[in-house]
Each structure stands twice: as structure tokens, then as C-alpha cells.
T-cell receptor, first 115, second 110 residues
């Protein structure tokens, strides 16, 4: 039973380019979460999605960042016109979504470096 | 947003020693999770707690959900070198948004 998968594991972009990060949740999980982690810091919540719905995007920057979780395929975190400050590790987690069982399982992360 | 403070920020211990760390919140939580993160990897879930006062073990790890629901504790007994890593607590109210602590970095000296 595969865990949460993220790709790419490492992504290098120049300032102004777009970054697309993909996350495939664990089998049977319908809820996806994206977090950002800066070096030596904890995880900061960005967005929580269910299939075709954004449930909570209170942690997402208002500009340049967007996320989707389509009916088919992985969840995508998209960063437009990247800047150096976007360099970080981006982690995706998934959960079954049942209120009484909402443990989140993390993927290995995508490390974004903006040159 | 919610503030979760973890103590201590870092620990250096001898192999075989026991480890204690805690996490405190400014708000009440209904769920507490503890994760371990190795360098370059994603956090791995260690223990989940769902009820105030609950004490749960996973091998040499034991975690407790504080009675006030504003804190949680993680203990590691008889530490070994592979316990090295960063330990994060995470708390949630209703719904599925978790708030993560700042982490406790553990170094085990053989």
C-alpha cells in the first residue's frame, strides 16, 4: 500500500518562472493538506482540499499561490512568478477525512530552490 | 493563528538515557499528534491522542494528552542512535486543520 507520493523531490526554478508540485494521497484518502517548511523551522499550514473543493486556504499567500485537487489525478500546488523567498520544502499530507480518524500522513516533500 | 511551543528546542543525550519533551498551546485541542522528521524526509506519525488524559505507547515511545487539553508530552525510554531527529507535536480542534509546534531536535551520543 503506497504512502503519500510527491514529485518532483527537488525542483530548481529561476526567479519569475512557475513551479508545479504534485501530490498523490494514500489510497482511500480523500483529504489533502499542503505545508511549507523553511530551514530550521516547523511546518506551516497552507491549504486543505478535498476532491474538487478547497476547504481552508487560510495559510496560502494571497498572490501567486494556488492549489487544486481534481476529481482525477494528483493535487497540484502551483506557484507563479517564483521569488527567492519561495525556496522551502513543501510537504503534502493526506487523511481519510473521517472526523474521528483524521491522522495526517506525510509525503517525502518537494524541495524548491529559486535561483 | 494558534501558537504551539515545544520544549526543549534541542536536546543532547547519551545513548540509553530517557527523553522527555512537551508541547503547550494557547488553545484547547481535541487531537494531538506526535511526528518524527529525519533530515531530508517528511514527518512520520509516531502517536495519535484523542482524549484528555489519554496515555498511549508505541514501543519505547509514550505520549500523553494533557488534562487541560492545552498540552501534550512525549517520552522516549532507553534512547538509541536512530532516535536522532526532530520531533514535532501537532494539535487540532474540530475539523482537520493541524497546527504544528516548532520542533525539538534530539541528538543521541553513542
Amino acid at each position: 500500500n503506497a504512502g503519500v507520493m510527491q514529485n518532483p523531490r527537488h525542483l530548481v526554478r529561476r526567479r519569475g518562472q512557475e513551479a508545479r508540485l504534485r501530490c498523490s494521497p494514500m489510497k482511500g484518502h480523500s483529504h489533502v493538506y499542503w505545508y511549507r517548511q523553511l530551514p530550521e523551522e516547523g511546518l506551516k499550514f497552507m491549504v486543505y482540499l478535498q476532491k474538487e473543493n478547497i476547504i481552508d486556504e487560510s495559510g496560502m499567500p494571497k498572490e501567486r499561490f494556488s492549489a487544486e485537487f481534481p476529481k482525477e489525478g494528483p493535487s497540484i500546488l502551483r506557484i507563479q512568478q517564483v521569488v527567492r523567498g519561495d525556496s522551502a520544502a513543501y510537504f503534502c499530507a493526506s487523511s481519510p477525512g473521517w472526523v474521528s480518524y483524521n491522522e495526517q500522513f506525510f509525503g517525502p516533500g518537494t524541495r524548491l530552490t529559486v535561483l | 493563528g494558534q501558537q504551539l511551543n515545544q520544549n526543549p528546542q534541542s536536546m543532547f543525550i547519551q545513548e540509553g538515557e530517557d527523553v522527555s519533551m512537551n508541547c503547550t498551546s494557547s488553545s484547547i485541542f481535541n487531537t494531538w499528534l506526535w511526528y518524527k522528521q529525519d533530515p531530508g524526509e517528511g514527518p512520520v506519525l509516531l502517536i495519535a491522542l484523542y482524549k484528555a488524559g489519554e496515555l498511549t505507547s508505541n514501543g519505547r515511545l509514550t505520549a500523553q494528552f494533557g488534562i487541560t487539553r492545552k498540552d501534550s508530552f512525549l517520552n522516549i525510554s532507553a534512547s538509541i542512535p536512530s532516535d536522532v531527529g526532530i520531533y514535532f507535536c501537532a494539535g487540532a480542534n474540530t475539523g482537520n486543520q493541524f497546527y504544528f509546534g516548532t520542533g525539538t531536535s534530539l541528538t543521541v551520543i553513542p
